[in-house]
Protein backbone atom coordinates (compact mmCIF):
# COMPACT_ATOMS: atom_id res chain seq x y z
CA UNK A 1 0.00 0.00 0.00
CA UNK A 2 0.80 3.55 -0.87
CA UNK A 3 0.77 5.36 2.71
CA UNK A 4 1.31 8.50 0.82
CA UNK A 5 -1.63 7.93 -1.12
CA UNK A 6 -3.55 6.39 1.23
CA UNK A 7 -3.14 9.82 3.42
CA UNK A 8 -3.97 11.88 0.81
CA UNK A 9 -7.32 10.19 -0.07
CA UNK A 10 -8.42 9.54 3.65
CA UNK A 11 -7.95 13.56 4.16
CA UNK A 12 -9.12 14.58 1.17
CA UNK A 13 -12.68 12.36 1.66
CA UNK A 14 -12.55 12.82 6.04
CA UNK A 15 -12.48 16.93 5.15
CA UNK A 16 -15.43 16.51 2.02
CA UNK A 17 -17.68 14.09 4.19
CA UNK A 18 -17.69 16.43 6.98
CA UNK A 19 -20.79 18.45 8.15
CA UNK A 20 -21.88 17.20 4.73
CA UNK A 21 -25.61 15.64 4.19
CA UNK A 22 -24.91 12.10 4.27
CA UNK A 23 -23.26 12.82 7.44
CA UNK A 24 -26.23 14.96 9.10
CA UNK A 25 -28.28 11.95 7.77
CA UNK A 26 -26.71 9.17 9.84
CA UNK A 27 -26.63 11.66 13.03
CA UNK A 28 -30.09 11.93 12.51
CA UNK A 29 -30.49 8.20 12.88
CA UNK A 30 -27.75 7.73 15.47
CA UNK A 31 -30.35 10.69 17.39
CA UNK A 32 -33.39 7.91 17.59
CA UNK A 33 -33.78 6.40 21.06
CA UNK A 34 -34.86 3.34 19.67
CA UNK A 35 -31.96 2.47 17.53
CA UNK A 36 -28.94 0.38 17.77
CA UNK A 37 -25.94 3.01 16.90
CA UNK A 38 -23.94 0.00 15.78
CA UNK A 39 -26.65 -0.69 13.17
CA UNK A 40 -26.32 2.76 12.17
CA UNK A 41 -22.46 3.04 12.11
CA UNK A 42 -22.29 -0.28 10.28
CA UNK A 43 -24.92 0.72 7.81
CA UNK A 44 -23.60 4.02 7.09
CA UNK A 45 -20.01 2.36 6.86
CA UNK A 46 -21.41 -0.13 4.43
CA UNK A 47 -23.02 2.50 1.98
CA UNK A 48 -19.76 4.84 2.26
CA UNK A 49 -17.63 1.47 1.57
CA UNK A 50 -20.39 0.95 -1.46
CA UNK A 51 -20.50 4.20 -2.74
CA UNK A 52 -16.37 4.28 -2.76
CA UNK A 53 -16.12 1.06 -4.55
CA UNK A 54 -18.36 1.98 -7.35
CA UNK A 55 -15.94 5.43 -8.04
CA UNK A 56 -13.03 3.57 -8.33
CA UNK A 57 -14.38 1.31 -10.50
CA UNK A 58 -15.62 3.91 -12.81
CA UNK A 59 -12.42 6.05 -12.48
CA UNK A 60 -11.02 3.40 -13.89
CA UNK A 61 -12.78 3.19 -16.17
CA UNK A 62 -13.36 6.56 -17.60
CA UNK A 63 -9.64 6.99 -17.05
CA UNK A 64 -9.38 4.55 -20.22
CA UNK A 65 -11.01 6.79 -22.07
CA UNK A 66 -10.16 10.26 -20.71
CA UNK A 67 -6.89 11.34 -19.76
CA UNK A 68 -6.88 11.35 -15.82
CA UNK A 69 -5.39 15.15 -16.43
CA UNK A 70 -8.43 16.58 -18.34
CA UNK A 71 -10.98 14.32 -15.33
CA UNK A 72 -9.09 16.60 -12.73
CA UNK A 73 -9.42 19.84 -14.39
CA UNK A 74 -13.29 18.57 -14.60
CA UNK A 75 -13.61 17.91 -11.35
CA UNK A 76 -12.04 21.24 -10.16
CA UNK A 77 -14.02 22.90 -12.47
CA UNK A 78 -17.02 21.28 -11.37
CA UNK A 79 -16.14 22.15 -7.55
CA UNK A 80 -15.77 25.66 -8.23
CA UNK A 81 -18.69 25.91 -10.31
CA UNK A 82 -20.95 24.16 -7.25
CA UNK A 83 -19.36 26.50 -4.63
CA UNK A 84 -19.74 29.63 -6.62
CA UNK A 85 -23.78 28.22 -6.83
CA UNK A 86 -23.59 27.40 -3.17
CA UNK A 87 -22.47 31.22 -2.31
CA UNK A 88 -25.26 32.04 -5.18
CA UNK A 89 -28.07 31.05 -3.29
CA UNK A 90 -26.84 32.09 0.26
CA UNK A 91 -26.58 35.40 -0.84
Known sequence: ???KTFAIVFGTVFLAELGDKT????MLFASRPSVSLWTVFLGASAALLLS???AVAAGSVV???VDP??????AGAGFVVIGA???WQAG
Open 1 to 3: MEL
Open 23 to 26: QLAT
Open 52 to 54: SAI
Open 63 to 65: STI
Open 69 to 74: KILSWI
Open 85 to 87: WTI
